[in-house]
């Protein structure tokens, strides 16, 4: 396996894009938050009209801004799956995994080699949300608090779903362009709509939040307008519920590439 992961390694270290991308990952994580976080305090924060503050919260301050931060980055995955897609897709352009298999790579360890760019990524998207909750919880008016600390966990949690089917689009498609652009559609439109559109088939099962990605995406609670909302949103399903699809999911996923490439023509 130290053999497998050193060469995935000399595949990207010298990439350009591949860091470009990561270092778009980082700065988006951050950059997203900052600017929420600006507009919040310039206009909901202490000082505004009567009533604002108390109504909008203070969703930068221990302990919500374990899950403002969470909340938000899960808004940035994306950058990571293109980035996912990006090193898949590579592999068929310049017919690498073809080369690995000669090698003597089974087809199953060149997936698993694969799968292990989810972990890592996922373990990135956690680390920076980690470190972005720190640094605004620090800039904010309350002491440090680990409650709420739960949501960086369902950071990765989330990203690895996100990760998963990035990787599965990349698997499936081959074709970098096609596969980002339905990637992008999927996780930013087409994901709400069918959680919408299941949801009016089946209004009281909200069967809708059980959709691949939906379903991690519930672990993080909305973290804004708290006491303007409170009781007026659905309530997700059970945690446990939530936790067993966002690790179905994935291993689903990871089986349907196994089998696929099996049979695929290298």
């Not at 990035?166 to 439109?189: M, N, P, S």
């Not at 997700?236 to 689903?252: C, D, E, F, K, R």
Request: hydrophobic share 50%.
């Amino acid at each position: 396996m130290k053999e497998f992961i050193w060469v995935e390694w000399n595949k990207v270290r010298k990439y350009t894009a591949f860091w470009v991308m990561l270092i778009l990952y980082i700065v988006g994580v951050f950059g997203l938050n900052f600017i929420v976080y600006q507009f919040h305090k310039e206009n909901l924060g202490s000082g505004r009209p009567p009533g604002t503050a108390q109504l909008f919260g203070s969703p930068f301050d221990y302990p919500d801004v374990w899950q403002t931060i969470s909340w938000n980055s899960g808004w940035i995955f994306p950058i990571l799956g293109l980035l996912l897609i990006t090193l898949m897709t590579n592999e068929y352009t310049f017919k690498t995994h073809r080369q690995n298999v000669i090698d003597g790579w089974t087809r199953d360890q060149f997936i698993s080699v694969k799968w292990l760019w989810v972990f890592k990524f996922s373990g990135v998207a956690t680390v920076v949300a980690f470190l972005t909750a720190l640094l605004f919880g620090a800039m904010g008016n309350t002491p440090f608090s680990a409650s709420g600390m739960v949501n960086i966990l369902w950071v990765f949690l989330q990203s690895i779903s996100y990760m998963a089917l990035a990787l599965l689009f990349g698997v499936l498609i081959r074709k970098a362009g096609l596969a980002i652009v339905l990637y992008f559609l999927y996780t930013y439109v087409l994901m709400y709509m069918l959680r919408h559109y299941v949801n009016e088939i089946a209004p009281s099962a909200q069967v809708g939040a059980y959709l691949p990605l939906t379903l991690s995406n519930e672990l993080i609670a909305f973290p804004f307008l708290k006491t303007a909302l409170k009781g007026q949103l659905t309530p997700p399903p059970p945690t446990y519920a939530l936790v067993i699809g966002s690790l179905v999911y994935p291993v689903l996923i990871y089986w349907w590439m196994i089998a696929k490439f099996r049979k695929s023509d290298l």
